[in-house]
């Protein structure tokens, strides 16, 4: 049974494109780390989920999300259950998800500011990155917007004349998010002299690929990916919202805006995510004693 088979399953469960792509993406990680560590078939068992979830805390991946893969897993559990490729449930959700305890404070990692001076000055370099690229930099880092909602967004939804991005986000809600002139400036540029050339110009969709009239989400985490190795520093997509977020409010920007910004649903969400304190803000706390 491959991951072909599970994504179907799913699709007959009745479960949601996006849903699907989670599970299959999560247990893909889950049979590349038997394959590549364990030197194993990738076959789900008591002793490979224990080592991979041991591996996943000792790589220092997020409670949150460790507990997401986990979820993933025990649903292609229940698939191989139903189709009697193994016989045993293997994960218990209550036993085996990492618990936090209640009052525990909750870490969001986000760019320091030194990173994203770093990060903004390499993407200044026109030889080592695309007009493209550096516009995908500056959409996620000045509008925290999902890699999903930064791949779905259209010329049109762009007011040029008011300096907003009109953004459609989970479950359709709607919001609008105000651009700083120098990243309206980068679209003009963007548009007047990449896209132009490019056999998609014609495209509805702000960022194309040379191969589509949409760019993939997933070109857009490879080439963060490649270039975190030059900068000695990890970026992914939602890191910039966790950047964009942590920055409004150490600026002083009230909750209630950021959660706007956001398209948090509730304001306790931004909250029990983004109200944190450094270590070193900590420290200075306490020399004021």
Request: charged letters at 30%; a positive charge; aromatic letters at 10%.
């Amino acid at each position: 049974m491959n991951v072909d088979h599970f994504s179907n399953w799913l699709f007959t469960e009745g479960k949601a494109t996006k849903t699907i792509e989670s599970y299959v993406n999560d247990v893909k990680g889950f049979q590349s780390y038997l394959q590549v560590k364990l030197k194993d078939k990738p076959v789900l068992s008591r002793f490979s989920f224990v080592r991979y979830k041991e591996q996943l805390i000792k790589e220092g991946y997020a409670v949150s999300t460790i507990n997401k893969k986990i979820n993933s897993l025990k649903v292609y559990n229940d698939f191989l259950r139903t189709k009697g490729v193994v016989y045993e449930s293997f994960i218990q959700l209550r036993k085996d998800k990492i618990k936090i305890a209640a009052g525990s404070e909750r870490s969001v990692d986000a760019l320091s500011e030194d990173q994203v001076e770093k990060l903004l000055f390499y993407v200044e370099d026109g030889n080592k990155v695309s007009t493209r690229n550096k516009l995908i930099v500056y959409l996620l880092l000045y509008t925290g917007v999902r890699v999903s909602e930064l791949i779905g967004i259209k010329i049109a939804d762009i007011d040029f004349l008011t300096s907003h991005l009109h953004i459609i986000g989970k479950g359709g809600k709607r919001r609008e998010i105000g651009l700083r002139q120098e990243v309206l400036e980068l679209v003009r540029q963007y548009m007047k002299e990449e896209r132009s050339e490019s056999v998609f110009r014609h495209s509805d969709y702000l960022l194309v690929s040379q191969r589509a009239e949409k760019m993939h989400r997933d070109a857009v985490r490879e080439w963060l990916a490649k270039i975190s190795k030059e900068l000695g520093f990890k970026l992914y997509p939602h890191l910039f919202r966790h950047t964009f977020c942590t920055r409004l409010l150490k600026k002083g920007v009230d909750l209630t805006t950021v959660s706007k910004l956001a398209g948090h649903s509730t304001v306790n969400m931004t909250a029990q995510f983004y109200i944190q304190t450094t270590r070193e803000e900590k420290m200075d706390a306490v020399n004021l004693l």
